[in-house]
């Protein structure tokens, strides 16, 4: 396999170019940067001409005939080596993910190991996916329903999860008999290329293709008529302008979009396991996670306790070098994001928002150029404080004391976001009207905001539109619907 980054040393990783630049001299170039070390070059990537994009779609549409024409089992049978090759590449692409987004060599490891077993799920899903037969109207009468595919998908990535986000959007998107165009996000696209790579000699020339390139690219593959179906993740806006391009053509499309997650912690018997829990869900990633937990509702009763249990917490999180052992707060993949971070904070600070801890950049000493940001915990009466409705995506928990169940639910549903929620307490009062009342299309008890390898991951409100990733629903977003009757059988 060739990986767009080669071992290189720990100061500085060997840069590499994807496609060769030798072989288009007239192809406009984009670098990726390590964010941990913005001034050192990862790797750097072709921007797509309209030719090249033409090129790659017009082999996809080919190779859906070849594609398509094969049994299930078969896809199935194929996809699943792919999987085995990327599981065998585990370390190779780790350590491009860690070079380009940045967070810790763990986490890392741990997103492709999550990715393999969702999209293993995803093809035990597809065995049973082909279509079911009903009664007719009389007894020589055969109804079938059948899903075929759409023909050529495109899947937008976003930069924080380069390997998870892709899989589940590849993993359906082909064992359903489509031929797949990924467009990486530019600021994180080696771990896409090794993923592309690893799949040359398993499916036929063109049934996965990868097109580089900025927001003109993705405009230019979503308004194509050659693509049939659109699936993004990403921001709200850029949501927004995706949904508008695809329903010019009439596609399908499913969108993943942003968050800002609640979790309501009650008087639990269990506070040390429920902080834990919490930490661990709003930090992962540098709280460069769509369904991290931002918001912390806390029961009135228990706040001091609360804010002593983050300080310590939040104080034992380690700064640094995603590549270096110990680090467990990676950087801030881009320069906007980190500005986006510490302006929210200050006008948060401005508008009545107390902190607690953190609120400023960070210089850990093994990457001090780097962008990173200190743990920050706010105290936020005011529920339309920015901090509170505003999509920080970044390392910055907020908290927001509560006196009755009605008021806790009531703040975690004031937001014009859906994604998850979490309900940390010992009643089942308050449990069932989480249950009922929650706005979010995922919800989790007792524990933190990772959904389950078999589990609709779902937004309503802003945060999603169309059938989610995961879980066996998410087939038939890959695919059409057609009733057929058959008569005289």
């Not at 859906?64 to 999987?83: E, I, K, P, T």
């Not at 279509?131 to 899947?155: E, K, W």
């Not at 907020?398 to 979490?422: H, I, K, M, V």
């Amino acid at each position: 396999m060739k990986l767009p980054i080669q071992s290189g040393t720990e100061q500085q990783p060997l840069a590499a170019t994807w496609p060769s630049v030798e072989n288009q001299e007239s192809a406009e170039v984009f670098q990726s940067n390590d964010p941990a070390r913005p001034e050192a070059v990862v790797a750097s990537y072709c921007i797509a001409a309209d030719t090249q994009i033409d090129e790659v779609l017009e082999r996809a549409q080919t190779a859906f005939q070849s594609w398509s024409s094969l049994s299930c089992a078969q896809r199935v049978n194929a996809v699943s080596q792919w999987l085995t090759q990327i599981e065998a590449h585990t370390d190779d692409i780790a350590d491009c993910m860690t070079a380009e987004q940045g967070k810790p060599l763990a986490e890392s490891k741990a997103e492709i190991g999550k990715s393999l077993r969702e999209a293993r799920q995803m093809l035990s899903f597809a065995a049973s996916h082909a279509g079911s037969t009903l009664p007719g109207r009389t007894d020589d009468f055969l109804n079938i329903i059948m899903r075929r595919p759409h023909g050529v998908v495109l899947a937008i990535a976003p930069w924080n999860f380069p390997v998870l986000t892709p899989l589940r959007k590849l993993v359906p998107g082909l064992v359903t008999g489509n031929a797949v165009v990924l467009k990486p996000s530019e600021f994180s696209p080696a771990a896409a290329v090794a993923l592309v790579s690893l799949s040359e000699g398993i499916f036929p020339e063109g049934t996965l293709s990868l097109v580089h390139g900025k927001g003109q690219v993705a405009a230019r593959l979503v308004s194509d008529d050659r693509i049939r179906a659109v699936s993004f993740t990403g921001s709200v806006d850029t949501g927004r302008k995706v949904a508008i391009a695809a329903a010019a053509g009439l596609k399908p499309m499913s969108l993943e979009l942003g968050g800002k997650n609640a979790a309501i912690l009650d008087d639990v018997s269990d506070l040390d396991a429920a902080l834990d829990a919490i930490v661990g869900a709003a930090f992962q990633c540098s709280g460069q996670r769509c369904t991290s937990i931002s918001r912390v509702i806390v029961n009135r009763d228990i706040l001091d306790d609360v804010v002593a249990g983050f300080r310590q917490r939040l104080g034992n999180l380690v700064a640094g070098h995603g590549s270096q052992a110990g680090t467990t707060l990676g950087p801030i993949t881009t320069q906007d994001q980190i500005d986006k971070i510490d302006r929210l904070v200050h006008e948060a600070t401005d508008s009545g928002a107390q902190c607690l801890l953190g609120g400023k950049r960070l210089f850990p000493n093994d990457a001090p150029t780097g962008r990173f940001f200190e743990p920050t915990l706010l105290l936020c009466e005011d529920p339309s404080n920015v901090a509170v409705q505003e999509e920080i995506f970044g390392p910055v928990l907020t908290l927001q004391p509560y006196g009755s169940d009605g008021e806790a639910l009531a703040l975690l549903n004031n937001s014009r976001f859906g994604l998850t929620c979490a309900v940390f307490t010992d009643r089942v009062r308050l449990v069932s009207r989480a249950l009922s009342e929650a706005q979010t299309g995922m919800i989790h008890i007792n524990h933190g905001t990772v959904p389950d390898d078999n589990m609709p991951f779902v937004g309503i409100r802003n945060s999603g539109l169309g059938i989610g990733s995961v879980g066996a629903s998410t087939l038939d977003f890959y695919t059409t619907e057609h009733s057929a009757y058959v008569a005289g059988h």
